[in-house]
């Protein structure tokens, strides 16, 4: 599949954006999914991860409480709902999918990625 990532920006420290990602070329319906993000001058990092059916999330603890990942498969995106927003949370984000599991939290078995969408966080 190809992963389209949207609706990043800029906010406020505290404040919220949801951001978007829009697949095409197959479904969703049976494969896991994930946010990365990638902060200047350190390396990309799993951020969220979800299984086929929505039922299961793993989140890294600095997000943890505060974003919230979910997925529409009728509509073929994923989504990422993050509150409570902080300025390390600053960063490319990346919408990404692993076809070979329904489920991962290992970063490495994800091989499908989208473009990026940046988020910004001011104090």
């Known amino acids: 599949v190809q992963l389209q990532a949207s609706g990043g920006g800029l906010a406020q420290a505290g404040g919220s954006l949801r951001i978007s990602c829009l697949a095409s070329?197959?479904?969703?319906?049976?494969?896991?999914m994930a946010w990365f993000r990638q902060a200047p001058g350190k390396e990309r990092e799993l951020v969220t991860s979800?299984?086929?059916?929505?039922?299961?999330?793993y989140y890294i603890d600095t997000v943890k409480g505060r974003f919230t990942i979910s997925r529409d498969n009728a509509k073929n995106t994923m989504y990422l709902q993050m509150n409570s927003l902080k300025p390390e949370d600053t960063a490319v984000y990346y919408c990404?999918?692993?076809?070979?599991?329904?489920?991962?939290?290992?970063?490495?078995?994800?091989?499908?990625w989208g473009q990026g969408t940046q988020v910004t966080v001011s104090s």
């Open positions: 990404a999918a692993d076809a070979s599991h329904s489920y991962s939290e290992d970063a490495t078995t994800y091989n499908s």
């Open positions: 070329g197959g479904t969703i319906n049976y494969i896991a």
């Open positions: 979800i299984n086929s059916n929505g039922g299961m999330q």
